[in-house]
């Protein structure tokens, strides 16, 4: 326990001594440039500072010496170093304090730790590590490979970045169903790194110039930088014959077929051949294009179009059947311009039953003279007396009956004579008392009330003589302003006889 304790404090006592060294733990660097390393032992103390050394360390188990200064011996530079030349102190002659070097025209291979070294008294060596970064920016390119239409998965694009410094990251973006390789990695004698990364794919006619774009990012770059391109596929030609619609018929004129081709290359070559081996006299070739003049039996045959590119031919067919009549015509229009026939009715009968319910509904609300509306039948007083509607100027109607009295069957019966048209005469010349007469007007509500409730009965007598009242009373003579007479004992006789 002690042992381990011991050495735990030898540990945090060597990382104080060594943080005395002060230096920068990274810096950065492009080819041809001059950096600076920078050390320090600030506040010595009762430390004796005798020497310090820069050593350069490519790897864990390579050190050498670039430069060393004793406040005695002065400054050493070994020449065997791999910067010997290109190294020296910034200050002339350096002091212990501060021993910074400078290294001028760095290059990849200079990358690597500097360890500024201290030789003290009496706690022996202390030390400091910078770490040289040497950033170069690669040279990135993108290309397609020209492959086969094929099952097998081949390369169909690379992506490179060459000579870059630290190592580039290279990604792809593409709609594709393809795969990435594994991006191999090159360290070049300079010390710089190659990337290589590839998109492989089976491809398919229908891959040929479609998007694959290479996306390559770098330290040394603000942003990534990307290489847009097209796949080319090349594929043999992929022929299609249009034209028969399967009704060519007999004595029809100006048929043709279109022999329309794809291929990568394109195609350079369209030829026309029938399954027999025989063109029909009736038929000419233009390039992809076959006319019929006038289809007739020798038209019943296999045509065939054969087309080449550099990687071979392809072909299609069609085989005609020539028909003796030519199709019937299409009802299609018939029957477009039925349903629209249809539709519009049903619109227009639409709007006739609209305006039925809404005229109806108007005439409901009725009119002053009768409180009915207008065309309605007329109950039964109205048939007998007419409507009681006041004229313009405030007075009765002349032929409208001031008012009237229930007669028996018997009193009728009495009291009626013939008329000589075989009409029963109502005698309307009987004498009423003034108190008959001043009752008059409320009997008119009671009985108007009980007329109304005959309406519904009444209505069923519309269709005779239109509906108008039973009872007709002579034309009104201008020259008499009224037709009723009042005696002197109080009645009012009618001066005009009724028949009923």
């Known amino acids: 326990m002690s042992g381990l304790l011991s050495a735990l404090i030898l540990l945090i006592i060597q990382g104080a001594l060594a943080q005395r060294v002060r230096v920068e733990p990274e810096v950065v660097s492009y080819p041809g440039q001059a950096v600076t390393l920078r050390c320090q032992f600030p506040n010595p103390g009762e430390t004796q500072l005798t020497q310090v050394s820069w050593i350069f360390e490519r790897t864990d188990t390579e ?226 294009r076959l006319a019929v003049q006038k289809v007739d039996d020798a038209i019943n045959t296999t045509f065939i179009c054969e087309v080449r590119n550099s990687l071979g031919y392809g072909r299609d067919q069609v085989t005609v059947f020539v028909r003796e009549q030519p199709p019937p015509p299409s009802n299609a229009g018939v029957i477009a311009g039925v349903i629209f026939a249809c539709i519009l009715a049903v619109i227009l009968l639409g709007v006739l039953i609209y305006f039925l319910v809404f005229h109806n509904r108007r005439q409901q609300h009725g009119y002053r003279g009768t409180g009915k509306p207008a065309g309605a039948p007329y109950d039964s007083f109205t048939r007998l007396f007419g409507s009681a509607k006041s004229s313009k100027n405030g007075a009765g109607n002349n032929n409208t009956p001031i008012y009237r009295g229930e007669v028996g069957l018997n009193e009728k019966t009495a009291n009626q004579g013939m008329h000589p048209g075989g009409m029963a005469l109502l005698e309307t010349t009987h004498t009423h008392t003034a108190e008959d007469i001043l009752l008059s007007r409320e009997m008119d509500e009671v009985e108007r009330k009980k007329f109304d409730e005959l309406e519904e009965e009444d209505e069923r007598y519309d269709h005779f003589g239109g509906g108008g009242p039973i009872l007709q009373l002579r034309p009104h003579v201008d020259d008499l302003d009224d037709d009723m007479e009042s005696q002197r004992d109080g009645s009012v006789i009618s001066r005009t006889a009724v028949y009923v």
């Open 63 to 288: 050190r050498t010496n670039i430069a060393v200064f004793h406040p005695s011996f002065g400054v050493n530079y070994p020449t065997k170093s791999p910067v010997a030349g290109r190294v020296r102190f910034i200050l002339d002659p350096p002091t212990l304090d501060n021993p910074s070097i400078q290294i001028s025209n760095v290059k990849m291979t200079d990358e690597g730790r500097y360890i500024c070294e201290y030789a003290t008294y009496p706690s022996g060596n202390e030390q400091g590590v910078t770490s040289l970064v040497m950033l170069a920016k690669p040279k990135n390119i993108a290309t397609t490979v020209t492959v086969t239409a094929g099952k097998t998965s081949v390369i169909v694009a690379r992506c490179e970045s060459s000579n870059g410094r630290p190592a580039a990251t290279i990604s792809w973006s593409t709609t594709l169903n393809g795969n990435v390789t594994m991006p191999i990695t090159t360290d070049n004698p300079d010390n710089t790194v190659s990337v290589q990364s590839a998109y492989m794919l089976a491809p398919q006619p229908s891959d040929n110039g479609k998007d694959i774009s290479c996306v390559v990012s770098h330290r040394t770059m603000p942003q990534p930088e990307t290489f847009p391109m097209k796949l080319v596929v090349e594929y043999l030609p992929q022929v299609q014959i249009k034209g028969y619609d399967n009704n060519w018929y007999r004595g029809q004129t100006s048929a043709f077929l279109t022999c329309q081709a794809d291929g990568n290359p394109v195609p350079t070559t369209v030829t026309w051949k029938t399954l027999s081996g025989l063109m029909p006299e009736t038929v000419q070739v233009q390039e992809n």
